[in-house]
């Protein structure tokens, strides 16, 4: 079958190969793969140098995975035989608590496993299939579309886990702004309009991220500017925004989103853009500020954005390009060039 792989460190694109096709032993599930979604991560991991990432090439990418279950292991559980589904993928070790709890995102032995989930250190979706190692990564999407469930493993279940811990602060007339409307940003004002009573205020450097904010549902959507964080005070009759969700994770957007903060504010750092933050008492830093750094969600939140797009609250904007233009995809990607998130279907 055909297959994206990652095969060397550094090389910065990926090989399309020709391998045997999985077949399951044990209790595991192999998937025909209907849609794998392209994630600005999977950027990082093929631009990353040899030991900067605990995993072993080769390895298939694609970790937003949605498929049919097309054959199962002899120990594995029937119940989802012929199902179609989406893939939990920050795969644990799952022997730890967090993992039985379906907190696998959270494994106590993450550190010592060698890899991050599914095409992240193993074998992903970018393939005709993909085997998974126990029915309890697979939740069920009935009718939904592939293109629109595969995001919503990663793009939609990070923005919807990120959101999660901010329900305390975002009650009637709180206002909280998402920095970065791409393929995680534009889910989350849409789960944020979903699930909180929020004023959403959406901030982008690319004026087309703008046009996808509004059509997500955000209350205001501007460039970002020299003065957009007096401008955010104003809207805010002075006092400064409840949360601030930053999907890019830079030096800019860090100190736009400290100083747009009210005292007890909350910051949600989701991108990985190589930002820091100086924690000093007294400093710069509003007072009772707090900061979380969610990775990836939990296998019952996955259930729940699920539900919420199969009620139609959720509409991913999607791109889609055949497996084997796979490079052309990860181009668009790299360059800034995708509207929302990147989808590979099988070749027709
Ligand atoms: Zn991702
Ligand atoms: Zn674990």
């Given at each position: 079958?055909?297959?994206?792989?990652?095969?060397?460190?550094?090389?910065g694109?990926?090989?399309?190969?020709?391998?045997?096709p999985p077949?399951p032993?044990g209790?595991?599930?192999?998937?025909?793969?209907?849609?794998?979604g392209?994630?600005?991560?999977d950027?990082?991991?093929?631009?990353?140098?040899?030991?900067?990432?605990?995993?072993?090439?080769p390895?298939?990418?694609?970790?937003?995975?949605?498929?049919?279950?097309?054959a199962?292991g002899?120990?594995?559980?029937?119940?989802?035989t012929g199902?179609?589904?989406v893939?939990?993928?920050?795969?644990?070790?799952?022997?730890?608590?967090?993992c039985?709890?379906g907190?696998?995102?959270?494994?106590?032995r993450?550190a010592?496993?060698?890899?991050?989930?599914?095409?992240?250190?193993?074998?992903?979706g970018?393939?005709?299939?993909?085997?998974?190692?126990s029915?309890?990564?697979?939740?069920?999407?009935?009718?939904?579309?592939?293109?629109?469930?595969a995001?919503?493993?990663?793009?939609?279940?990070?923005?919807?886990?990120?959101?999660?811990?901010?329900?305390?602060v975002?009650?009637?007339?709180?206002?909280?702004?998402?920095?970065?409307v791409?393929?995680?940003?534009?889910l989350a004002?849409?789960?944020?309009?979903?699930?909180?009573?929020s004023?959403?205020?959406?901030?982008?450097v690319r004026?087309?991220?703008?046009?996808?904010?509004h059509?997500?549902?955000?209350?205001?959507?501007t460039?970002?500017?020299?003065?957009t964080?007096?401008?955010?005070?104003?809207?805010?009759?002075?006092?400064?925004?409840?949360?601030?969700?930053?999907?890019v994770g830079?030096?800019?957007?860090?100190?736009?989103?400290?100083?747009?903060?009210r005292?007890?504010?909350?910051?949600?750092?989701?991108?990985?853009?190589?930002?820091?933050l100086?924690?000093?008492?007294?400093?710069?830093?509003?007072p009772?500020?707090r900061?979380?750094?969610?990775?990836?969600?939990?296998?019952?939140?996955?259930?729940?954005?699920?539900?919420?797009?199969r009620?139609?609250?959720?509409h991913v904007?999607t791109e889609?390009?055949?497996?084997?233009?796979?490079e052309?995809?990860f181009?668009?990607?790299?360059n800034?060039?995708?509207r929302?998130?990147?989808?590979?279907?099988?070749?027709?």
């Amino acid at each position: 079958m055909r297959a994206v792989r990652l095969t060397a460190w550094g090389r910065g694109r990926p090989t399309l190969a020709d391998v045997e096709p999985p077949a399951p032993r044990g209790r595991e599930v192999l998937v025909r793969v209907e849609a794998a979604g392209l994630c600005q991560s999977d950027v990082h991991v093929l631009d990353a140098a040899a030991g900067a990432l605990p995993y072993q090439p080769p390895f298939t990418l694609g970790h937003e995975v949605a498929g049919h279950v097309e054959a199962l292991g002899p120990d594995a559980d029937r119940t989802v035989t012929g199902e179609r589904v989406v893939v939990y993928g920050p795969w644990g070790c799952g022997r730890c608590d967090r993992c039985a709890a379906g907190r696998d995102n959270y494994c106590d032995r993450r550190a010592g496993l060698g890899w991050h989930g599914i095409g992240l250190g193993l074998d992903g979706g970018m393939a005709e299939y993909v085997l998974v190692p126990s029915i309890r990564h697979l939740v069920p999407i009935g009718e939904l579309a592939a293109d629109q469930a595969a995001p919503l493993s990663d793009a939609a279940l990070t923005s919807y886990h990120a959101i999660a811990g901010l329900r305390q602060v975002l009650g009637e007339g709180s206002a909280v702004v998402v920095i970065g409307v791409g393929g995680l940003g534009h889910l989350a004002v849409q789960v944020l309009r979903a699930t909180t009573p929020s004023r959403v205020l959406a901030l982008d450097v690319r004026e087309a991220a703008l046009t996808l904010a509004h059509r997500s549902g955000a209350h205001s959507a501007t460039l970002v500017r020299a003065d957009t964080g007096r401008r955010l005070r104003e809207a805010t009759g002075g006092r400064g925004v409840d949360a601030v969700l930053d999907f890019v994770g830079g030096k800019a957007s860090l100190e736009l989103a400290t100083a747009s903060l009210r005292p007890g504010g909350e910051l949600v750092v989701v991108g990985s853009g190589g930002g820091h933050l100086t924690v000093r008492k007294p400093g710069l830093l509003p007072p009772g500020f707090r900061l979380s750094l969610p990775f990836w969600g939990t296998r019952p939140e996955l259930a729940e954005v699920v539900a919420l797009a199969r009620a139609g609250a959720l509409h991913v904007e999607t791109e889609q390009f055949p497996l084997s233009a796979a490079e052309e995809a990860f181009e668009l990607l790299r360059n800034g060039a995708m509207r929302g998130r990147a989808v590979l279907v099988p070749d027709p």
